[in-house]
């Protein structure tokens, strides 16, 4: 199995930038992909972006040109650079780990962006 612990979550203005990151331990090897979720009470959770083994990623059209995706080259850390953050990226994102077909996910970490 796959165990991912998220970090770098926290509060900051609109504007601001925040870095989360995501340590993959466990059975990692056969990591096809991984990624970053975010969901707000009462909505379905979304994909924010993923980055694929291929070098692929694949970013949601509302944080296109303000997020990045990015592992470490022994694929254990994966992170997302959060830039120019906008209110309505409040939400808990959580870390992705497809292991062959299987999802694993990590516990969430809380982003809050104020006005």
């Known amino acids: 199995q796959v165990q991912l612990v998220e970090s770098g979550g926290g509060l900051v203005q609109a504007g601001g930038s925040l870095r989360l990151s995501c340590r993959a331990s466990g059975s990692i090897d056969n990591i096809r992909l991984m990624g970053w979720y975010r969901q707000t009470p009462g909505k379905q959770r979304e994909l924010v972006a993923t980055?694929?083994?291929?070098?692929?990623?694949n970013y949601a059209d509302s944080v296109k040109g303000r997020f990045t995706i990015s592992r470490d080259g022994a694929k254990t850390m994966v992170y997302l650079q959060m830039n120019n953050l906008k209110a309505e990226d409040t939400a808990e994102y959580s870390c992705?780990?497809?292991?062959?077909?299987?999802?694993?996910w990590g516990q969430g970490t809380q982003v809050t962006v104020s006005s």
């Open positions: 992705l780990a497809m292991r062959f077909a299987l999802p694993f």
């Open positions: 980055l694929s083994n291929d070098g692929n990623t």
